[in-house]
Each structure stands twice: as structure tokens, then as C-alpha cells.
Nanobody
């Protein structure tokens, strides 16, 4: 499975962005998909994930209520809608698909929140 992350950019505080994680070579709905982020000088951290099967979602406390993860099975894509963005959300965002021992990463997409 190849993952292509996109949608990053520069946005002002309080603004919104929608990240996309598009898959090829496999059916993304068969995988749990997560978004991670890594800020400069910091460790990569989990942001949100959506389970395969029941589609249950999980969020880091720092983004709960502001970010929403979702799937579009027809487009083989997972989205991360990010609202009320804060400067501390600035990071490179990565998507990950996991099923059993299979673990795939997309390239990052950079999000900068700044006035």
C-alpha cells in the first residue's frame, strides 16, 4: 500500500485545513489509519486514528473537539479536518495504515499555523 498525504499549508491561528491520506495498491478501509505529527525538535506524536471495521475514532487530548478524522471509502482516502488551529499545531503531519504486522507510512505534509 502506498499512502499520499496532502493538504498542508500556511494558515492563521483559528483557521482550518483538511489533510488527505490517499491510498493506492490496497483498500484503505481494511486498515486502521492514524495521523501523527512531528514538530521541530520534538518526537512524533499520535494525533488521531480511525479503526477498520467499526470505524471508531480516537483523538489526542490536545486536538479533541477541534480535529475530526473520517473515511471516504469510495475515494480510498482518510481525512483529518483541523479546525481552530493553534500555533502549537505547527508540525509535519504523517498518515499511517496498520493491519496486523503490516505497517505503512505516507510522506509528511507540513502544517504551519502563524499570523
Amino acid at each position: 500500500v502506498q499512502l499520499q498525504a496532502s493538504g498542508g499549508g500556511l494558515v492563521q491561528p483559528g483557521g482550518s485545513l483538511r489533510l488527505s491520506c490517499a491510498a493506492s495498491g490496497g483498500t484503505l478501509a481494511d486498515y486502521a489509519v492514524a495521523w501523527f505529527r512531528q514538530a521541530p525538535g520534538k518526537e512524533r506524536q499520535g494525533v488521531s486514528c480511525i479503526r477498520d471495521g467499526d470505524g471508531k475514532t480516537f483523538y489526542a487530548d490536545s486536538v479533541k473537539g477541534r480535529f475530526t478524522i473520517s473515511r471516504d471509502k469510495s475515494k480510498n482516502t482518510v481525512y483529518l479536518q483541523m479546525n481552530s488551529l493553534k500555533p502549537e499545531d505547527t508540525a509535519v503531519y504523517f498518515c499511517n495504515a496498520q493491519r496486523g504486522f503490516r505497517d505503512y507510512w505516507g510522506q509528511g505534509t507540513k502544517v504551519t499555523v502563524s499570523s
